[in-house]
Every structure is written in C-alpha cells, then in structure tokens.
C-alpha cells in the first residue's frame, strides 16, 4: 500500500514561501493502457524501416480539473516526462482564455520540458482582452531540480491577491509580487491581472516548437508510454482577511477511476498531440498521464 506523507504547511501567510504564444501559452485550447510502476494526434512522424516507413499518430493526456478557483495553494506529488518536444505540466488556467478576441488570458504554469529532466519552467501567461493584442505577457524562468523522470516532488502553486509563488518539497523557489510590471499592456502588473476564476489541470503533449522544447521525432515511445505519475493533488482556499490557507480537499487517487466532483479528461488537439481520455489512467493509488504512439497506416 501506497504510503501518503503530509507536509506541514507553516505560517503560508506570513512568509516569502514560453515567452511568447509558442511556448506554454499552448497548455489552454477548449488523455489507456496500464502501465507498471515506477516508469517513468493527429500530428504524424516517419519512423523508416528497412521495408517501409511507418506513420504514426501521437496522443498525449490532460486531467481537467471541473472546479473554479479564485487563490489558493495547489500541491500535487508527481514523478514527469522528459524527452525532446515534450511538455509535463501542472496549471491553472482561465478556462476560456483560448478564446482570445476580448477575452483575457490568465495562466500559471509549473512545466517540465523536454530539453532537460533536470530543469522545470515556473511562468505567469497574460494578455487583456483586445484583438489588436496577439502576443502574450509571459515572465517564464527556468529551475534546476534532480531528475524529474526518476524521482518524485512535491509541487506546488500558491496564488493570492498580492503575489504567485512557486514550491518544490515544500521549498519556495520562486515569488512574483503585485506592483511588479512587465511590458507596456494593461496587463503588465500580471499579479493584479489575474482577476478571473481558474481551474486546475494537468497534461502531458508534444510541442511543435523544438527552439522552446527539443525538437520532437516521438522515438522514445517505440518501447511503450511515457507516463507522468501523479500520487495525490491537495487543494486549499485562501482567507485573504487572514492571509491563511486552509485545506478544502485531497485525492489520492483510489480506486480505478476518477472523482467526477473534481476531474474530467481532455479531448482536443494539441500541437503534435492529441489529447487522448483513454491515456488518463487511475490505478494503483495513482493518476497516470500517458503518451502514447499508433500507427497511422
């Protein structure tokens, strides 16, 4: 049996706990075999064999949580992906920012990326709502971690009206505070910008973007999946009359299927991926996100 250890969380209050659309801007439009723990699209890919060539269909996973938040303190215990072109993330998202026009973008991303398994990308994504505004607001820095695709962290995102802040194992390592201001649009304090409610999701895709991620060929998947492993996710609100967070659930992934109170899966294109709701798998006290390959032909 799956042993789960809470880590205190202490005076959260009181204390300081990709650039551009074509980086993790992509995590917002609109996931099963099982696999043996601890491994760790429409888009088309030649793979040549000494006969013919082989055309294979990608699909990667999201976990889309159906719950909206405005602050609040998001932990989730994962073991990533990491391969060229891949993205293995965990955010909070503006469910309708995809829609751009006069809809605003409100995004806060933890992201793995395929370049390195010992790098994640902490990032806020802004952009008001005007059409003649196409690039978005996006303050991404990179951070050394050891191998995320061997080990699990503890992650976690804290957003409250005055800063966003970023742990791992219970570690802030970074803050970005209101009245901080990047850019010339209205949405250049992006601390203050972030007005709108947000879901939490996860997901796991291959970006077309190689400059940002690697350049993605889909071979590391001829031996089977990649899977990110997510041992429990905990949701806390925010008080903001006494700057504390209290706990308002947790899921430890029993049983064999998700908590429809809290998740769905997602269904839509990704870049070189498709999200797949058969590549979300819950067994074994886990929620396994896979990347999966099929032949096209």
Sequence with gaps: MKTKFILPIIALGLFAACSDDSSSANNNDPESSAVAEPESSAATEP????????????????????????????????????????????????DISWMRDTIPWNEIDIEVIGKSATKW???????????????????????????????????????????????????????????????????????????????????????????????FTGEELADGPKVQWIDYVRVYTYDESSKTFA?????????????????????????LTTHSPDNVVVE????KLLMTREPAN
């Design 47 to 94: 793979e040549s064999s000494a006969a013919t060539a082989v055309t294979y269909k990608y699909y990667g996973a999201e976990l889309t949580g159906v719950e909206q938040f405005k602050y609040g303190r998001f932990e989730a215990r994962m073991k990533m992906v990491s391969f060229p072109g891949t993205v293995s993330s965990m955010f909070l998202n503006y």
């Design 121 to 215: 990308q902490s990032n806020i994504l802004t952009r008001e709502g005007d059409p003649d505004i196409g690039d978005l607001t996006a303050t991404e820095k990179l951070h050394e971690i050891t191998d995320v695709t061997e080990n699990f962290h503890l992650f976690a995102i804290i957003w409250t009206p005055d800063y966003v802040a970023w742990e791992v194992d219970s570690v802030e390592v970074r803050r970005v505070e209101k009245g901080i201001e990047k850019g010339t649009h209205a949405d250049k304090d992006q601390v203050a910008f972030l007005t709108e409610e947000e879901s939490l999701r996860f997901n796991l895709w291959a970006s077309k973007t190689p400059s940002w991620t690697g350049k």
């Design 247 to 271: 706990l308002k659930w947790q899921d430890d992934f029993n049983g064999n299927a998700l908590d429809d109170t809290h998740w769905t899966t997602g269904n839509w294109e990704m870049e």
């Design 284 to 287: 074994d006290g886990y929620c």
